[in-house]
């Protein structure tokens, strides 16, 4: 007789508690192939349950060929067919096992900031502060262009700040500038190239293509993304970073701003893509306007992110659209819906309204100033600046290290990770080849690293590549 333990009440039904137990029984050997299993009516008896349950675990078996029915005779156990494993070839050789860096000590990544700095107090406060004014109201759906409050913020910060005269009614807040790219591509069509710099930031040109647009990488000089080099790409947008390149630093000047609006000017179709990510740091010497703010033929849609002044995983940001792109989204893609949460967006609008977001900035950057010049005491007496020089430093959370050596940047790179130091490659920003006979050059983000870690990381990147600190 079969004796299951069975749960009335629990989770599985009786009848398949019962079909599992038989099965294992089955599966294991302990019901052999050929056995004849207890009749419906005895088992039910046996198990004090029903007739009907017996019936439903016997039926599932059957199905499964577990078992099989014998007119007048009964249920009988099934021979279970063996699984014979498929013919394995000769292994191949094994290859030589890689060697890989530790992990790493120190990082110089340029994709993290300092959290530490985040105000958390007072973002708590002003959080359960939107909890209990807004109630069930975070429920409801924001309006597809954002939260009015935050969208209102935002246009006085750009007045404050950036010297940007614009109506909440051209603001999109979206989850990310990868987001809002995409959305540009809808907004401002497929067709004819988009530019990006070269070097320039690799997610933006991947993001571009995902997207089914033509690809046109377009070189920079000292002042910026070559206008010539641009009407020659035969592109119809172009995507840039005037007030700080990434990854060179580059702060584009008047005269260059200029020509760049100038040559979307000659054409209706033409624009720029300004983006603004992290103009709040700047360093030394007054900001230089916006190149929205310069703007009077309506060429060039602004973007930026909270990503770098606040946090990255917040995933806020937005676009300032010319007044004749605005109607064109509110025509055409205004069925999208908001992709940031309410209650984010309602707290934003407080921290920006409080003033406390002016206020984080000038903290923020008060830190990452005393940062930057600790690193670059730290360079200097362990030796880097011996054999090199840092470029584009005047503004943003990373600069270059320019090295005079005759080794190629990823091997220093690799060297550096050996060691536990992670650099980057200024060659893999590139869409093209670096210019013939560049020194080889490093990209290093500071904003994450802490401050007791700033000398002894230079020292480790010192000593890897064997240069000797200052006595």
């Known amino acids: 007789m079969i004796t299951a333990a069975l749960e009335p009440g629990g989770s599985r039904p009786l009848y398949e508690q019962l079909y599992l137990h038989i099965r294992l029984e089955i599966s294991q050997g302990r019901l052999a192939a050929g056995e004849?299993?207890?009749s419906k009516r005895a088992l039910a008896s046996h198990l004090k349950i029903s007739v009907v349950t017996v019936e439903g675990a016997y039926q599932q078996l059957l199905a499964e060929g577990y078992i099989r029915s014998e007119p007048k005779r009964g249920f009988f156990v099934q021979p279970l067919e063996p699984v014979t494993p498929p013919p394995q070839a000769d292994p191949a050789p094994s290859p030589p096992p890689l060697l890989s860096a530790p992990p790493l000590r120190y990082d110089f990544t340029t994709n993290a900031v300092d959290t530490a700095i985040f105000p958390f107090?007072?973002?708590a406060k002003l959080s359960r502060e939107v909890l209990s004014r807004r109630d069930t109201a975070l429920l409801d759906a924001l309006p597809p262009q954002g939260a009015p409050e935050l969208r209102e913020a935002i246009v006085h910060h750009l007045y404050r700040f950036r010297?940007?005269?614009?109506?909440p009614e051209q603001i999109v807040v979206g989850a990310g500038s990868e987001y809002l790219t995409t959305l540009l591509t809808q907004l401002l069509g497929r067709s004819g190239g988009w530019a990006v710099e070269d070097p320039g930031y690799p997610k933006t040109a991947r993001i571009l293509a995902s997207n089914g647009v033509e690809v046109c990488p377009v070189p920079l000089d000292?002042?910026?993304l070559q206008v010539d080099a641009l009407a020659g790409s035969g592109a119809r947008v172009v995507h840039v970073t005037p007030s700080h390149h990434f990854p060179m630093g580059t702060v584009m000047p008047m005269g260059r701003r200029a020509a760049l609006l100038s040559w979307a000017e000659q054409r209706p179709d033409r624009y720029i893509i300004e983006d603004d990510y992290d103009s709040e740091f700047?360093?030394?010497g007054r900001p230089i306007p916006a190149l929205q703010g310069l703007d009077r033929r309506e060429r060039v849609v602004y973007l930026n992110t909270f990503a770098k002044s606040l946090a990255p995983s917040l995933?806020?940001?937005?676009?300032?659209?010319p007044p004749h792109l605005a109607e064109e989204y509110g025509r055409r893609l205004l069925f999208y819906a908001s992709t940031v949460p309410s209650f984010e967006q309602y707290t934003l609008a407080r921290f920006m309204e409080g003033g406390?977001?002016?206020?984080h900035i000038a903290r923020a950057r008060t830190r990452y100033r005393a940062r930057k010049a600790h690193l670059m005491a730290a360079a200097g007496e362990a030796g880097l600046l011996g054999h090199g020089r840092i470029l584009g430093a005047d503004a943003g959370l990373h600069f270059l290290l320019q090295l005079d050596d005759p080794r190629p940047e990823a091997e220093l790179a690799q060297l550096a990770a050996q060691a536990g130091v992670g650099v980057y490659p200024l060659s893999r920003y590139y869409r093209e080849l670096p210019p013939a006979g560049q020194p080889p050059t490093l990209v290093m983000g500071y904003a994450r690293l802490p401050a007791g870690d700033i000398a002894p990381a230079c020292r480790q990147l010192a000593a890897a590549w064997g240069f000797a600190p200052l006595s």
Do not use: A, K, N
């Open 222 to 224: 000292g002042q910026g």
């Open 163 to 167: 010297g940007m005269r614009v109506e």
């Open 36 to 38: 004849r299993l207890p």
């Open 121 to 123: 107090s007072t973002w």
């Open 282 to 284: 700047r360093f030394s």
């Open 315 to 321: 995933r806020i940001s937005y676009l300032v659209l």
């Open 356 to 359: 406390h977001f002016e206020r």
